[in-house]
């Protein structure tokens, strides 16, 4: 029977981190730069700084459901064939998801990573 698909320690203390930056940067973006009024105005009147850029580059991607999307592209390419940077892929997208209003869509891809965890680990090359 092959063992199933386990991170290393290592790589999951690199995984956890990854996950906390990503979910720490994304709250910062949404709550220190998208939702704050003063910076929405400021952007809005024609500050180009890269605060503003951050800014319209989120907005424009959330509005696509481009984290939502690409969280369940890596998901479904970790369930087909579990790797660490798969699963550290789906935990960044997933992430900044979840916090910047693609909820559905990443949530799914949670799902299905936690499910990976459960296939066997892809088999050693010759």
Known sequence: MRRLFLPTPRQTIVLVAVGFLSVGYALYLRYRVIEQPAVALACEAGLKTL???????ATELFRHSVFGWSA????VLNLIRPSVVLLAATLIAGGFGIVLYNVDLSALAAALLLISLARPAPAAGP
Do not use: D, N, Y
């Open 51 to 57: 605060t503003c850029a951050m800014r319209a580059l």
């Open 72 to 75: 369940l592209v890596a998901a």
